[in-house]
Every structure is written in C-alpha cells, then in structure tokens.
C-alpha cells in the first residue's frame, strides 16, 4: 500500500482513538444494539443467531457512520488545515484514500465490541450456533461500513460544515437503505428489480444469512471506489475553482 | 480586464469541471459495467449455513434461468398478536424461511419479482390483489355456467319426479301393511324425499354462492349439483333394480302394483340419462382457480402463497400445507412437532407447471376394467379412480394424464401440444361379469404384443406389478418381456413378507415393506428421508446375464440388514392360515422391488415396480393424525411413494433437472432457557456496563492525554 496513504491512514484513525465524541459514538451504537439485541435476539427459545441483529446494525450504522464521517474534510476545510495538508507531498487521492481508510479500520474496531453477542448466543445455544452466517455478517457489516463511510467522504468533501455533512450523508444513506428498499417492497415487475439491485440493505442481508454471493462484493467494493472517485475530483475541484 | 479574468474563469471552471463530469462518467461507466457483467457471469452464491439452508437445488436454478414471463409472487402471511411467544417465534422463522426463499429466487432470475403481505395490515394491496385476480380469471367459469344454467333446466324435472314418486310410495305404504314394513321402499322413499328437499333448495344456495361474495363461487356450486345428481341418480339406479328384481317378491301387492313396479325404470330412465350426461359435463370440470385463491385469501391467518404468470391468466396458490410440512417431533415429546420446509419444491414445481413450454404426458395403459385415473359413472354409483393421487401428483409436475384402454384401441390417445410421453402399465385383472360368465379384460396375446412394440418403438415405460400368484388365476403377463427384454427376474407369485418375532416361537409376517433409504440413482437420489411403504410387493432379481446394451440399476433393495425379510413362495398358507415362515423354496434378501432399466445403444428407458398398491390412493394419499399443541395435525403416512413415482416419471422422460428435492428438516438452534434474573442482568450489562465501559475507555484516553 502506498506509504503515504498508509500514515494519514492511521492519523486518522488515531484522531479517532484521541477524539471523545468517537467513543461518545461507540457507546450509542453499543446501547442501541444491545437494546435490540436483548429485545429480539437474546430471548430464550428463539433461533440462535445473529442475522436480526446483523440487520438492525445495518440500519444504526445509517445514523452512526455520519457521525464518524462529518468531521473528515469538513473540519480540515473549517479549521483551514487543508491547506497546509495540501502543501506538503500527498496528492488528493491519497489523502481521501488515507482518511476513509482510517475512519473504516475505526469502524471496524466499533465492531469488535459487539462479539460479545456472538459468544452470549453461542454460550447459551450450547455452542451449537451455525458460525456461517456470523461471519458471513460481519463481512456484509466490513463492506457496507466501506458504502456508508465513503458516502460520508463525499459529503464531507462538498462542505466545510459538519452538520450539513452529516445531514446530507443521513440523507443520501437512507434513500440508499430505508426508502429503495421500502419502495422496492411495495413495487412489482422491472421496477422492483431495479430499485432491489441498486439497494444495499437487500445486498447486505444475503451476507447476514450466511450466503457469499461475488455479486454483492463486487458491488461494495466497486461502488465505494466509485463514491471516493467522485470525493477526489471534489477536493481537486478547489484548484480550480 | 475585469471582463478578460472573468471570461478565463468561466472558461477554467468549464474546461475544468467538463474533464471532472467526464471522467466521473467514465468511471462510473465502468462500475455499471462491471455489476452487470458480474450479475451474468458471477457464480452461484457460496452457502455458508452448516445445513446449506439457502442452498438451491440446480432443477430450480435451470427452470428460474430460463423462465419465458416473468412472475410475480405473493406471499400471504399473518402473525397473530394472540399467540404465545412460542409460536410466535415460529411463526417469525417461517416468515423468514419464506421471504428468504423468494429473495433467493428473485436473486438468480431477475423475472421474478415477488411481495411478502399481512392480509390484515395490507388490506388495500389485498384488494388490489383480488381484483386483479377477478380480471385475469374473467372467463375461467364458463362452462360451470353452463352447467348452472342447465341445472336450473333440469331442477324443476327432479322435483317434480321425486315428489310424485315419494307420495306414490307414501300412498301405497298407507295402503298396504308389507310395503310400510319393507325395509327397502322405505328406504326409497326416504332417498327421494331427501333428494326432493335438496332439491328444493339447492337453486337458493346455488344463487346465494355465485353472487353472495366478492368472488362468485361456481366451483362450490357445481358440486352441489354434482351431487345432488349423483344421489338421484344412483338412487333411480338403486329403486329400478329393487323394484323389479326384490320388490316383485314382496307379499301382498296386487299385479297393478307390481307391473307399475316393473315400469318405473322407463319412467326413470329420461332423467337418469339427462343427469347422466350432466354428470359427465361436472366430472371434466376442474376446480377454479379463482376460488381457491380467494378461500385462501379470506381466512384471517392466512398463509399462502400465489404465483402468478405476469399478463397471462395463469396463477397457481400454494397453501400452508404445501409449504411447510408438519410432522410429529422426532424427540418423541407428543406436546412439540417438527416443521418440515418444503418452499422450494412446491415453489419449483408451481412455477414449472405455469411456464414450461413443453407439456408431456403420462398414459395409463390398462386393459379393460375400470379406469385408472377417472371416476366411472357407468355402475350403480360413482367408483373412484384407484390412482387419482399419482395423477393429480403428476398434474401438479406439468404432465397431462390420460388413460389407454387397450381393449378399445390398439393406438395410443391424441393428445395435443404434448411432446413426450411416458407409459406406466397398470395391472389389468380378467373379471367376470356374473358367475359363469366369461372372463373380461385382462392383458392377452393381443395386448401384451402392443406394449412391447411400444417397448421397440423406444417409448419409455413403467410397470407396476401387482401380486399375482397361480392360485389367484393367470400369471403376471409381462413377467417374460421383462425377461427377454431387460434382464429382469419378476416372481409375481411370490411376496415379500417381514417376520416380526413376537417371542422365541412365534414369528408373525407383515406383508407392508417401509423404505427410507434407496440405492443411489438420480431418480431416489433426492428422496432419501422420505418414507414410502410398500404392500404386497413382489420381489425383483436382476440376472446375471443382461440382454446386450441393457443396464440395470437397482432403485430399492431389501437387505438382510433391513430386518427379516425374505419373498415367501407358500401363498395358500399365507392367505389361508395367516401363517409364513421362511424356508428353502423361498427367495431371501437382497432382492429388489424396483429397478430401472437403460438401454445404451437405443438410449430407452423403463422402470419396474415389484408392486401396484403403493400408487393406488389407499397408499400413496393415506394421512395419519397425530396431535400437536395447536390440535389435530395430519401427515401423509407415505410421503415418498408419489415423489418416488414422480421422479420416475421426469427420470424416463429425460428430464432429470426436473426431479423434486425433498423438504428440509428444520434446522433449528435455541437459545436455551435464561432464569428472569438471568436474563435482567444481562439486559443491565448490554444496556448500561457495556456502552460505559466505552465513554470510560474515551474517559481514561483523555485524561491520559492531559497529562
């Protein structure tokens, strides 16, 4: 990996470990889940699994991930310190490459918390619980934190305020998880099969069901490539504006 | 200048910002690019579940892949607020199971768009539903208007016979102290009487159901008439052959009364032969669809399913039983039962028989007697076809059944639109008419030559053996072809029988055969838990030496490791004295009961059935009740005879990618039982130490990062 993407990748991450409200963050998306945990999944005589957790979590991370994301080039333009990051040898692509990364191996380390889940539901289930789908979830949950945090790159790249950056995210990731896949249920014929191929929710559960589909990954990865294109055009946009 | 910089900042931006559209275009080409290759191209799913739950069968991959319409799926479910946790949680895995199933579906092809609704809380799409079905099924009920609109014709006939009937009967009872106390006119009075009631009423029901509802209920009507004609048909029959044959006996009667005896049957005779060819007309009448749906539709729980063909009227409904098999739990607690899913095979199956572009046809070859797999009318009353499971079975799998008696016609029937066939030849036994009588029907010279020249010909064929041992007449007439032909060794005198040993002495032979593991072949490949039983089953060998070409591949073998079993030769101390015990001129295990049989070179196929009984529908329909905590439940006691027979019937016609997969057995982990106080102390820690333990670690970091 380029080097230089590499060390503003783990700047971030350790803003992340040095900031409060990243833990404030942490806590209400461990609260959350644990309530929905506690409520739907860990009841005696229920399923042992994990997969309507898997899917609630997806539904968190919609308003957990922009209050990651917000602060990412928001705060860099605000503070102006873009501009000095801008003067020293990264080009424009390094420096969103180097901040999503940072801000995913975050959110992937907000995940590890939440295997204590996967050992109550294995403990109590006589450690009989069928590991596919629990892998298969946290997979799905590494790939569409990828989605929802290069959302939140890009909007955090088109302004200098953090809270239309995370308004705007909020936005974009609802219509992109809630409403396509609210309307997509409602619809029928070719419409129905558009709007389920472009939503993320209905690719993400096949992963909390234990079901490795190439199609979802490809979509995942490629789309969040696409999403963190469009954010480096943006920040070069500022050398010609 | 002012003019000049603005201009080159317009022009900047624009140049500028036209390569940015450009190249995120580009890019974002090639990322649509790209899914979509992967959409076409990208392999199955990998199954990551332990029971491969999501794993889907390649006969249901192929028939999704290359669907011709596309399809539209509803699932009907309701979860009820008034159930216990239990259930409750049942009832949501099954919801999953099925929502899952059809994500699948819509998943491999993008033909197939479907919806998961509660019928209460959805009510409006419910509506919309409804409608759209009324539209599509629009002239679904004409004929069964026909036969309403004749019945109304015929009704005031019936009426007026059986009322003049039952007060002449009535008159001569009052008038004649024998015929009050003959069992038999009383019986007939009372039919008519009843007949003329039902009579009376039927039209009001029959208004009431075609035009009560939302849906007009013609089905439901038609069988109110078919009925009602059956019993005044049948008890017309019944009264004219007592009348002149018993009644002309009875005491007392004056010769007036007993000629007028010996004329009712002609009197009789021009209704009868009117609801007779009315009866034919309801028996050809299938059931509508349309009312199945709605039935479905209106009950407050529903759970079904409805596939639809988008833009044809084709539809198909798919009820709870056939989605969801319920069985008694295997752990033996009588209080808990086992959910079966059988989503798949019925969804396939459902899906198969509203798209496929070739229809095949399944002839059942007998000769002589009563027809295989339609009711007769032609005696005193209506006689159920002995195979009308299988057939329905079949119909369901997309093949159109039809009968070949080889008696009336040396050709097999015309069918149309169909493009392949498959025979299965039903043991035809010779009857006699009357004691005395020669014999009739029966597989002879004629007959057997037919079906051997089928064989020639390279139709494929299965055989279901009855038991036919000397005492009980002529022996089993293709047993030699099989012979000549195949390589198979059929012993139809003899029968495979099971010692169960009662004590040291006493050894009773059971003559039912339950299998529930087959050899390995494509055909019972899929079918392995399933039971099928089999009764008066004769047993198979393949020889040694087999004709040139021929393979034979054992379907169902009887090991001695299966219990005692062996093929019993002495069948007059079986039949007479109940009594069987193996001895040297018996045949012991291994011996098969079915075979299949390949022809390398011709590339034919056959299948023979050591057995006919296991098809008839006192066999392959039995249902067993057991109870479960919501009540009575029930179960087909030998699920696997009509798979079995099924797969056979796709196996011969080369369409392997269409054998069924058998139900999956639930799969189910749950979280063990947590004490109250258990379980509030974990709510304490996911809800408050858990999440606090992070704002402490985010505490420790900053006042670390202070100092």
């Given at each position: ?97 180097g ?35 629990v ?10 934190g ?34 396509l896949w ?8 070719n ?51 | ?78 979860i009820s ?17 099925i ?42 009920a ?8 004749e ?34 006119i ?30 007009p ?43 007028s ?27 509508l ?79 002589g ?35 070949w ?27 006699k ?63 495979v ?117 296991f ?93």
């Open positions: 990996m380029n080097n230089r993407v590499w060390v503003l990748a783990k700047r971030e991450l350790a803003s992340f470990f040095f900031s409060p409200i990243a833990y404030v963050v942490a806590a209400v998306f461990l609260a959350v889940s644990g309530i929905f945990f506690a409520g739907e999944v860990f009841r005696p005589g229920h399923e042992a699994q994990m997969r309507d957790l898997f899917d609630r979590q997806a539904f968190i991370l919609v308003f957990i991930v922009p209050m990651l994301t917000m602060r990412l080039l928001a705060e860099e333009f605000r503070s102006g310190t873009i501009e000095s990051l801008m003067t020293v040898n990264v080009r424009d692509y390094e420096v969103i490459f901040k999503f990364l940072g801000t995913w191996l975050f959110f992937a380390a907000l995940l590890v918390p939440t295997l204590i889940y996967a050992f109550m539901v294995l403990g109590y289930s006589g450690w009989a619980v069928d590991p596919g789908p892998v298969g979830g946290y997979l799905g949950l590494l790939l569409l990828g989605f929802y945090i290069a959302v939140g790159t890009l909007t955090s790249s088109m302004t200098r305020n953090q809270v239309i950056s995370a308004v705007l995210a909020f936005l974009i990731l609802s219509v992109f998880t809630f409403l609210g309307v997509a249920s409602r619809l029928t014929g419409w129905q099969t558009i709007l389920r191929t472009i939503n993320v929710y209905e690719r993400f559960m096949d992963f909390s069901r234990g079901l490795l589909d190439l199609r979802h990954i490809i979509f995942f990865l490629s789309v969040t490539a696409g999403i963190l294109f469009v954010a480096v055009k943006i920040l070069e946009s500022r050398r010609w504006r | 200048m002012a003019i000049n910089h603005q201009t080159n900042q317009f022009r900047r931006r624009l140049i500028f910002g036209g390569n940015v559209v450009f190249s995120v275009a580009i890019v974002w080409t090639i990322i649509v690019l790209v899914n979509l290759a992967t959409e076409r191209l990208s392999p199955d799913p990998t199954d990551l579940t332990r029971s491969g739950q999501f794993s889907i069968s390649p006969r249901t991959v192929n028939l999704l892949k290359d669907l011709p319409n596309d399809i539209t799926i509803t699932a009907l479910f309701r607020d008034e159930v216990d946790e239990a259930t409750r949680s049942q009832a949501e895995l099954q919801k999953r199971q929502d899952d199933l059809l994500r699948r579906y819509s998943t491999i092809s993008g033909k197939v768009h479907y919806k998961v609704l509660d019928p209460i809380r959805d009510n409006a799409e419910k509506t919309r539903l409804i409608q759209t079905l009324k539209e599509t099924y629009a002239g679904e004409t004929k069964h208007k026909e036969v309403i609109d019945f109304k014709k015929l009704d005031p006939k019936i009426l007026t016979l059986m009322d003049r009937e039952r007060n002449a009967f009535k008159e001569l009872a009052e008038n004649n102290e024998k015929v009050n106390n003959d069992r038999n009383v019986a007939i009075y009372y039919r008519f009487t009843k007949n003329y009631t039902d009579a009376k009423t039927a039209i009001d029901d029959i208004n009431e159901l075609v035009s009560g509802e939302d849906v209920r013609y089905s439901e009507a038609v069988a109110i008439i078919q009925k009602l004609y059956e019993n005044v048909k049948n008890d017309l029959l019944a009264a004219s052959e007592y009348l002149t044959g018993e009644g002309q006996k009875i005491e007392g009667l004056s010769e007036q009364t007993l000629a005896f010996r004329e009712k049957p002609k009197q009789y005779a021009e209704l009868s032969d009117l609801i007779g060819k009315q009866l034919m007309l309801c028996v050809d009448l299938p059931k669809e349309l009312e199945d749906i709605y039935n479905q539709l209106k009950q407050k729980n529903a759970r079904t399913v409805i596939v639809q063909v988008d833009n044809t009227p084709k539809s198909k409904v798919l009820s709870y039983s056939d989605i969801w098999q319920i069985t008694p739990s295997q752990t033996g607690d009588i209080s808990k039962v086992d959910y079966h899913f059988n989503g798949e095979a019925a969804l396939s199956s459902a899906i198969l028989a509203l798209t496929a572009k070739e229809k095949s046809a399944a002839i059942f070859i007998h000769a007697g009563p027809d295989p797999v339609k009711p007769g009318y032609s005696a005193m009353r209506v006689s159920q076809a002995p195979y009308n499971a299988l057939k329905e079975k079949l119909e369901e799998a997309n093949f159109v059944v039809e009968s008696d080889l008696l009336r016609g040396s050709t097999p029937p015309e069918i149309p639109d169909v493009t392949r066939k498959v025979y299965v030849v039903v043991p035809s036994v010779p009857q008419a009357q004691p005395g009588a020669p014999t009739v029907g029966g597989y002879k010279e004629a007959e057997i030559a037919i079906v051997e020249k089928l064989i020639t010909d390279g139709n494929r064929v299965m055989f279901l053996v009855n038991f036919q041992p000397a005492i009980m007449g002529s022996p089993y007439p293709f047993a030699d072809l099989f012979e000549k032909k195949f390589g198979v060794k059929l012993e139809a005198e003899k029968v029988l099971q010692g169960i040993e009662l004590n040291d002495k006493v050894t009773v032979p059971n003559n039912q055969v339950a299998v529930s593991r087959y050899n390995d072949h494509e055909i019972t490949r899929p079918i392995q838990s399933l039971v099928s039983s089999f009764i008066w089953a004769s047993p198979l060998t393949i020889m040694e030496t087999l004709p040139e070409g021929i393979g034979v591949a054992p379907l169902i073998t009887i090991t001695p490791e299966m219990g005692n079993y062996w093929a019993e030769n002495n069948i007059y101390m079986l039949l007479q004295r109940r009594h069987a015990q193996k001895d040297d001129d018996d045949t012991p295990a291994p011996f098969q009961i079915a075979v299949a049989v390949e022809d390398s070179k011709t590339k034919n196929k056959c299948v023979i059935f050591g057995n006919e009984l098809a008839t529908d006192g066999m392959a329909n039995k249902v067993d009740y057991f109870m479960t905590p919501q009540g009575i439940g029930a179960q087909y006691a030998f699920p696997g005879n009509l798979e079995l027979l099924t797969n056979v019937a796709f196996w011969l016609n080369d369409n392997s990618n269409l054998i069924s997969v058998g139900p999956r057995k639930a799969d189910v982990v749950r979280i063990k039982d947590i004490s109250d106080r258990g379980l509030m102390t974990w709510k304490v820690f996911l809800w408050g130490v858990w999440p606090m333990g992070a704002l402490v670690a985010g505490a420790v970091v900053y006042l670390f990062r202070r100092r």
